[in-house]
């Protein structure tokens, strides 16, 4: 059996990877965070971007992979840095407009699922995973839909009014009655939009990609990493790469655990539907309904 077929199966690797891979993994991930997590956040000292610092990171990270093995773990470093120069070069932010609407389905969708889709096929010689069903689900998998909206009702409520209340501004809305109803279908199927592509970009390839080549704890952190730095240049600022790094960190365990893409995706955009809600209601209080 291979690396690749265990990963999938959610058995990781036959061997431990060498210190040299494994320091690969993290120089990626850390330039991840310097170029595309902190890209809008002020320098850190003398007006210097924090992307400067990040770059030679990336570079020895795919050195480190090179020299490490195995091929297919090189390659799939060359994806993860083609990853992070697609985002730096796309304005990551919560505007609604056609534009960057268009802009965001270019990058994201052609650049950063159908690219790296392809390459793995193509080029690594060991496809994405795409395991959308895994046989029939459990009563475990049914009671956590439920009582995971409930928590994450719970912590966002937390997030937008008390612990970050002027997070709603990271998606900017008219004022009531001028176009709302219009930029409201905009915000709701966006946020549909980056759910779903969330989940196959982070745990369908940095995920997969990466447990082909570590252990899952690795893989899961790593895959967190990547999935916080990039809603935290999205719109998630204050507290929000604490709550996004947790709820990564169970999205890729239930990935393991379920193997269903299909399963986190319903997650994911059961959340989405509450995230949208807590900004609509932001903006326009008293424009849904209200538990309390």
């Known amino acids: 059996m291979s690396d690749a ?31 595309v997590g902190l890209k809008s956040y002020p320098p850190p000292v003398g007006g210097i971007p924090w992307h400067v610092f990040g770059w030679p990171l990336l570079g020895a990270g795919l050195w480190a992979a090179v020299r490490s ?36 389905v270019v990058a994201l969708g ?53 612990l970050t209340p002027t997070l709603h501004h990271s998606w900017p809305l008219p004022p009531h009655g001028e176009g709302s109803t ?3 279908w905009r915000l709701f199927w966006g946020c549909n939009f980056v759910g779903i592509w969330d989940e196959l970009a982070f745990i369908n390839f940095v995920f997969v990609l990466t447990h082909r080549q570590f252990k899952f704890i690795e893989a899961n952190i790593a895959q967190a990493v990547f999935f916080t730095s990039f809603l935290h240049e999205m719109a998630f600022v204050g507290w929000g790469p604490v709550v996004i790094y947790l709820f990564a960190l169970i999205q890729g365990l239930t990935y393991k655990r379920t193997g269903s893409l299909f399963y986190i995706l319903i997650l994911h955009l059961m959340i989405d539907t509450i995230l949208f809600y807590m900004i609509a209601n932001r903006w326009y209080p008293g424009w849904g309904w209200h538990p309390w």
Do not use: C
């Not at 932010?93 to 802009?103: K, S």
């Not at 699922?113 to 049914?142: C, N, T």
């Open 5 to 35: 077929t265990r990963a999938v199966r959610g058995r990781g690797p036959t061997l431990a990877p060498t210190p040299l891979r494994r320091a690969s993994l993290w120089l990626v991930t850390a330039a991840m965070v310097l170029v």
């Open 110 to 162: 052609v650049g950063v699922l159908m690219v790296p889709a392809l390459a793995a096929r193509h080029w690594i010689g060991e496809p994405l995973d795409y395991s959308w069903f895994q046989g029939r689900w459990s009563a475990k998998m049914w009671l956590w839909l439920p009582t995971g909206f409930v928590i994450a009702y719970g912590f966002l409520w937390l997030y937008f009014h008390v």
């Open 182 to 184: 219009e930029a409201l």
């Open 69 to 104: 093995g195995p091929a297919a773990w090189a390659k799939s470093a060359v994806l993860f840095a083609w990853l992070i120069g697609v985002l730096f070069v796309t304005r990551i932010d919560g505007d609604t407009g056609n534009n960057h609407v268009l802009e965001l």
